[in-house]
């Protein structure tokens, strides 16, 4: 299976928004027993997630993952840092880009992919606000160019 192909759990539609994603890399993520059940239950929120490097390990901050119902006092802390495991090139890899101005990493989607919990992180540079802003002029001119082309016929 392709990379960021599986059972897609959550995504992140505000970092293509936020972000030019120049690279992406799939991570796998160290969850505890009640965190995936809910995983499977899609109760997980990536808004204003974040990953950094620290220590030579990735580490996701901030991904909202809900306590599960039936977990009882073994329930885990929602937004707990949690491990991503990356190949040591990879890591290597982004310990240069993101020690750049403007970098950071960014989950864009979590996955399940045969039977695993997979996380879809995006090297990305942030935009300025007219970025941003020509970003949605040129998906306005789009649809109103697929609009008449459809109106047309």
Known sequence: MPKGQGNVIAQNRKANHDYFIEE????????????????????????????????????????????????????????RTRKLLLHRKEIDKLVGKTQQEGYSLIPLKMYIKNGVAKVLIGLGKGKKKYDKRETLKRKQAKRDMERAMKNQF
Do not use: C
Not at 25 to 36: N, P, Q, S
Not at 52 to 77: K, P
């Open 24 to 79: 992406t890399f799939e991570a796998g993520i160290v969850l505890k027993g009640t965190e995936i059940k809910s995983v499977r239950d899609r109760r997980v929120n990536l808004k204003d997630s974040f990953a950094r490097v620290e220590r030579g390990e990735v580490f996701l901050h901030n991904m909202h993952i809900s306590t599960y119902e039936q977990g009882n006092r073994y329930n885990h802390d929602p937004v």
